[in-house]
């Protein structure tokens, strides 16, 4: 059964400081991992990695895959309030549709 | 726990014809679930919020008529694409909810998609 798991669910930080949110993942035909941002309404897309080792960057934000370890991490550095958030993972096999994680509720303090 | 549902994953069906989407929370009592349609460079439009027993709220520029919501319990809202054309072809994803309203938007769970194609 495909499966994708982020951790921390929950992560409370203050401005300035570096976060790294983890997503690993379980699925057949691996195709492209994707990372979004969720606030109010639609999730905000990220990043979409196929690629093991290439790192990708907007800003403050950082994500990159490993397909032999199985997972990707987001950072983000010198966070901000404005990166209070849901932020969200998520897998798309060949063939299938969409699998998410939980997400990882980032909470950054003034 | 948290586990959503779509069904059908993909269909694919004629022109002028009505296609109906199933979302199903599957071990949670969701009191609101959304319906999002995805875009090219992956990014989700929110079409529609839904609450069990009431009228879904349609986002701006989203077709009442067009895209059917039904919220008939706790456990089930359906998406009907009526008189569909190949420009509605695309990928819609429903997510559920289990939190209180006010926080909704981030206590979501998503359903694995639907990809309709219409010929």
């Known amino acids: 059964e495909d499966k994708v798991v982020q951790s921390p669910l929950s992560l409370v930080v203050h401005e300035g400081d570096t976060v790294t949110l983890n997503c690993s993942y379980e699925?057949?035909?691996?195709?492209?991992l994707l990372w979004y941002k969720q606030e109010k309404k639609a999730p905000t897309f990220l990043f979409m990695l196929?690629?093991?080792?290439i790192e990708k960057k907007s800003g403050r934000l950082s994500s990159i895959l490993d397909k032999k370890e199985l997972f990707s991490i987001l950072n983000i550095t010198a966070t901000q309030t404005g990166d209070s958030a849901v932020y969200l993972c998520?897998?798309?096999?060949?063939?299938?549709?969409?699998?998410f994680g939980p997400g990882t509720r980032l909470s950054v303090l003034p | 726990g948290a586990v959503v549902s779509q069904h059908p994953s993909r269909v694919i069906c004629k022109s002028g014809t009505s296609v109906k989407i199933e979302c199903r929370s599957l071990?949670?009592?969701?009191?609101?679930m959304f319906w999002y349609r995805q875009f090219p460079k992956q990014s989700l439009m929110l079409m529609a919020t839904?609450?069990?027993?009431?009228?879904?709220?349609?986002e701006q520029g989203v077709e009442k008529d067009k895209f059917l919501i039904n919220h008939a319990s706790l456990t089930l809202s359906t998406l009907t694409v009526t008189s569909a054309h190949p420009e509605d072809s695309s990928f819609y994803i429903c997510?559920?909810?289990?939190?209180?309203?006010?926080?909704?938007?981030?206590?979501?769970?998503f359903g694995p998609g639907t990809r309709l194609t219409v010929l």
């Open positions: 196929t690629s093991s080792g």
């Open positions: 839904s609450n069990e027993g009431s009228k879904a709220t349609y």
């Open positions: 699925v057949t035909n691996f195709r492209s």
């Open positions: 997510s559920a909810a289990k939190g209180e309203q006010s926080r909704s938007y981030n206590e979501q769970f």
């Open positions: 998520a897998v798309t096999p060949y063939g299938q549709n969409f699998v």
């Open positions: 071990d949670f009592q969701a009191t609101t």
